[in-house]
């Protein structure tokens, strides 16, 4: 049964918005004989409607004012890729509220804002499509919601910020320090002018949260995550890794562990044979492990104006799809009725490497050694290299399973060791213990 | 709107329909808040009702004949994990004109009929759900025909048997040779008694079959497929290969190219620092390449009865909620108005690894070249190691691009070279060309 088209509306016409638009110009047939119908880009609305992003629209399309998508009784569905909480969760509110499905590729937002705006979709009876949101061209949500649906999940382990991994690559393979990696990824185009959210975990923790909740059918609780970035991680530390057969990741984990979820986002050392651990550059991955399926994992560019589009795109297919069968929306978020709780961080149980810098090392290790045993830390390895007389040279140990409030409470206690020159750094260390 | 159970039916109580079984009864809960409504399974048929799969079956549920689920009334989606060509096929139509729902994980029969099945569903207004035959657990179905449904499908790179993965493996890893890994492969259960269709790529191609017609909306063409197997492999050939710097592993692989869909399996050399040249033991890995996505890869396992039971539940949740909306059922193959031709295997562009044994190795060298320079074949690299004099050593010749009618013109008359001691061996080479 041919039908018309459905038509689209898209708010925000930077790298996401010109993407999605160019997919939908340029695979409009293909998209049409896969749908059974055609879609049509009817406006786009930016604030600047001058520059050229090097692509023909048809004329018309092209509006400044974001109401006139709004307004417009054709649109079914709205597509908001202006970004950040402010103008775009207005923006959202009231498209929904007009009875306007609704696709974004806003991560911060809907980590930060997404319980309300699900919650007002499901009393409209609207879709909220957000592939976009995570992993970039990767279609991750749709494979935990739809392709898992028989799972319980177990454990997700993403790297799901390209800048970060882009940066710990550089750093790994060409023995690069954070500040030079982080310039040359800037200078690439792959890092903003201000970094924070990227390289101190921020976006890993809004995607997370987002992930999560799909995952394990609790609110988005982005409040709750535990957050670190990559930026007191030394050359050193990735050269260490490497002795003891680890590469440093920045990981987003969600984990099941009796009955609570861990929700934590930190740079990580993983067993170097681990597909995971082999994923370099901007590229992202995500690990899901559930309890029917095993182990999976998924992997492709998580950023880029068509990547993302791709993903844009596939959310308004599926959303016109059931426009046109006249399904009727169910709740975008289901919450489950075991309601998990978020695992406190210092209940978190883990291996550490610890990076101490000592002036005097032999005296050092023991002191250390007895802090560790008092708080029922176990030492599985230490490495001491080079010696030279009055300077700090890095002292390492890697522990066994130890539990986040020992760590803590032992590194407080080690902190105000007069011979330490700098204070404890420790990464956590996934994967099997060593023996 | 919490609605009454879906019913559904097995039909093949083996490995897979014991996992759905488990999988329907013990993730019961989160299934049906996940999808509004629970499912119930009320029914599984097989000749033997009476072999313990150490499931607790609720009492009733297990019958000898298999019409009584394709005459239950209630039952709307049936699950045909059977297997094979024959009796499947006449339960799939049956229960097709019955209106019921199907699942399969039945990639032989889907491969072979799945052209009349497809037809007779789209008749009968009735969902085809197939995740299950390719790649087990990995939503690989799904994410081709909805997750990258903006894209137009450049290539599909699979390794979708985990047999001859597992074997390939083992002969890296382990310098075994096939016989031994294959002996390996069936005393662990990975490898039937009669492993042809494992072995000689058969499976694969099934496999590849059903990918392609999804990716590139051309019919089933089980019978265009170019099939090779990896019996030929040698220890040999691997070491050679990682001299190169390749991996070798059974690939699926669909390709368009000049409007043309290339579809053909075989053994493969690819550079070992691919992602997918890291997917080892029994794991599957599915590379997907489109035009507005760019490069991804779905990794799971690609069999055994929790993982595949994971991929047919996921069906069995999809079509239910297309019952539960009251969609009406699209054709589960929507062929491209483009209508792809498939590429002869002579047209293939490809690069090539040459074995030869030969007697006589330097008057070898410069007869072969000859023929080489004579069939437009340029050489890259070329490894002739120890010397004995008499004996037939290998000497290993790696191509530039070249055309397949060229290459097995130039076979066919090196093999007439009376100082070759057996039959020349050729592995094709993917991947950037070597400089």
Redesign the interface.
Known sequence: ?PRDAINVGIIGFGTVGT?TAR?LLK?S???A????FPLRLKKIADIDIERDRGIALPKGILVRDAMEVLNDPEIEIVVELIGGTGIAKELILRAIKAGKHIVTANKALLATEGNEIFLEASKSKVYVGF?ASVAG???II??I????????ILSIYGIINGTSNYILTKMTDEDMDFSLALKEAQRLGYAEADPTFDIEGIDTAHKLTILASMAF?IPLSFDKVHIEGISKITPSDIRFAEEFGYKIKLLAIAKAVNGEVELRVHPTMLPKDY?IS??DGVFNAVFVK????????????GA?D??T???V??DI??IA??IN????P?ATL?E??SALNIRAMEDVESMYYFRFSALDRPGVLSKISGIFGSHNISIASVIQKGRRVGEAVPLVILTHKAVERDIRAAVEEIDRLPVLASKTYFIRVEGPEPE
């Open positions: 049964m993407g997919i695979n047939d293909i998209i004989q896969r749908l059974g592939e061209g990767i279609p749709k494979v919601k739809e392709g898992l649906i028989a799972n319980n059918g597909l082999k994923v559930g309890d029917a399926v095993g182990e999976t994992l998924y992997y492709g560019r880029g068509m990547p589009g791709s993903a795109v596939s297919c599926d799809r059931n069968s006249k399904a009727e169910e289901k489950s009725p």
